[in-house]
């Protein structure tokens, strides 16, 4: 494991969130430099987080942006989406998947009775949308990852979907093609993953074939939802 990813990994434990944030700690330099530190337990709401967000210069992306775009859904929500980067409907919108894209997952969502007002919470690695709907660079990435984090930590999701080879690469390292382990379970510390495909490629791939990438997200988004019956069940007993 790299220095950088131990270091994230650490950052992210919440044991002794008092001894993890150093004593001459200035939150209000968050935004303006990459290299300021995101301890846990920095932002105590959403609200909080999405004002520094709002006003980040943390990276390149901010000097391109239109709306830093945060999430949407229940901030209490069991299921937590997490995309790449917002596109050009979000950057207008100020919210994460509103486009095509964006309806397609509302869709999907629906087939298995999730609402995403109530059963989810949706966002991406990135909060700014790189030019011309560009991959985020890693240091875009590490940039605006502490924040992921915080959010992660906030919404305490029992089940995160990460869509695409970059929120999975971002989030936990995985550098293996999203085609070969989409629709696995992964544990990332301590929380079920699944890497499934983005919406965005269903739409360039609209076959809806036994073997196509369709078939494959209706397969995955229902062994979400029995997932998630089963982790209610026994919390209900």
């Known amino acids: 494991m790299s220095h950088e990813s131990s270091e994230q990994l650490s950052l992210f434990n919440q044991s002794g969130l008092t001894s ?10 968050i935004p303006t430099d990459a290299k300021v530190p995101i301890p846990p337990g920095t932002y105590d709401s959403m609200e909080s ?11 390149e992306l901010a000097a391109t942006r239109t709306h830093a775009v945060v999430g949407r859904g229940n901030v209490h929500a069991p299921i937590m989406i997490i995309g790449e980067a917002p596109g050009q409907n979000e950057d ?6 509103v486009g095509r894209a964006g309806q397609l997952l509302e869709k999907i969502l629906a087939a298995v009775k999730l609402d995403s007002e109530r059963d989810v919470y949706i966002c991406n ?4 949308r790189p030019p011309g709907n560009r ?5 875009e990435v590490a940039a605006c990852k502490p924040y992921l984090l915080e959010q992660i930590r906030l919404v305490d999701p029992k089940i995160i979907l990460l869509t695409g080879a970059t929120a999975v690469k971002g989030l936990t390292g995985e550098k293996r093609g ?4 989409r629709g696995t379970w992964m544990e990332w510390e301590g929380r079920l993953c699944m890497p499934i495909f983005h919406p965005a490629y ?7 074939e036994q073997g196509k990438p369709k078939w494959f997200m209706w397969q995955d988004i229902q062994a979400v939802r029995a997932k998630l019956n089963e982790l209610q069940s026994e919390n209900a007993v």
Request: one cysteine or more.
């Open 178 to 181: 999203i085609t070969k382990i």
């Open 49 to 59: 987080l999405a004002d520094h967000c709002n006003g980040c210069q943390r990276c």
């Open 92 to 97: 207008e919108q100020g919210l994460p998947f």
């Open 20 to 29: 993890s944030t150093p004593s001459d700690f200035q939150p209000e330099l």
């Open 202 to 208: 269903l739409l360039r791939n609209p076959s809806r």
């Open 125 to 128: 690695m990135n909060k700014c």
């Open 135 to 139: 991959v985020p660079t890693p240091d």
